[in-house]
């Protein structure tokens, strides 16, 4: 006879939760209800008290997924906050990621994780939140990205951020009053504004 924890548990993970990426309080069940979930195939543990649902669909951007599961104060920024926005040619290899300056840095094994620390406008400004694989995660914008990776160009490279700028410039929907700001606020105006107008020249 079913026990009355299995009568409870539904056929289909997603009648549980539409996230690739889940710890059990985001499911709602009791641990012997996700061990039987993991012995049944329907979850898979990346960690200790992390799981991804098996056979989910599993986009590009399945680590930030993963990392803001994990972290969710976090900052998608600079390298993986261009490659969410499709600008430039880089394509990461783990997760960029901001986080409070006096935060704890965060430690995930399986992701290689490049920390930068913001503090006041920095958490705040420029940054929105997606919905990636059913998790919230928060990104840089594009013109705040391009400003962050002039501010961070001995770490990403000028060229990098030269690429981000020429190729935010070519965007249908592109806004200078917006990338001034960004600017402005990153404290890289008179750094990136010369750019700007050589590429808008040309």
Known sequence: MATKEARRLPD????LTDRTVVRPRDLGISAK????????????RIAHGLYEVADADITQHHTLAQVATVVPSAIVCLISALNFHNLGTQAPHGAWIGIEA???????????????RFSGAGMTFGVDTHVIE???VKVTSRERTVADCFKYRNKVGLDVAIEALREYL???????DALTEASE?????NVMCPYVE???AS
């Open 12 to 15: 289909s993970i997603t009648d």
């Open 33 to 44: 209800a996700v061990a039987r979930l993991l012995r049944d195939g329907r979850l898979e």
């Open 170 to 176: 070519d965007l249908p929907g592109r806004s200078i």
């Open 185 to 189: 606020v990153r404290r890289v105006y």
């Open 198 to 200: 050589a590429l808008l």
């Open 134 to 136: 059913g998790v919230p």
């Open 102 to 116: 006096r935060a704890r840095k965060p430690e995930i094994e399986w992701v290689t994780l490049r920390v930068f």
